[in-house]
């Protein structure tokens, strides 16, 4: 089988063919990092860091909704008070409220219990 070197137009990996059959279809911003690299030195440009590219950008655009979500449109506004664990473990490494905990005591105020 044929890798990625040896013919760059094609991916014959079983494992992504779900995804597509070239970069460009794979991986979702491969024409991102191609325009900051250039078209020539995008054939020196690993795979796996496209790869690591795509990543980063989406845990970008969740920080961005997280953020909008609380209110918070620069990073050193956000404090522990805006985010919620999703598991007791978590709450209990990070000291951050269980999600199902979180606003206990405020509702029960309003409930009046």
Known sequence: MAGYK????????NT???F??????IFINYEDVKNMVGAKEMKNIPLG??????YVDKLKVGLQQLMAGARCF?????T???LLSLS???AKVTGIPYLMEA???EAMKILGS
């Not at 597509?20 to 279809?25: H, I, L, N």
């Not at 620069?74 to 956000?78: E, H, L, Q, V």
């Open 88 to 90: 007791e473990e978590c």
């Open 20 to 25: 597509g059959s070239t970069p460009e279809e």
């Open 6 to 13: 040896d013919n760059p137009d094609k991916l014959e990996l």
């Open 80 to 82: 522990r008070g805006e």
């Open 103 to 105: 606003g206990r005591e």
């Open 16 to 18: 992504i063919g779900q």
């Open 74 to 78: 620069s990073t050193p506004a956000i």
């Open 49 to 54: 860091a496209v790869g690591i590219y795509s």
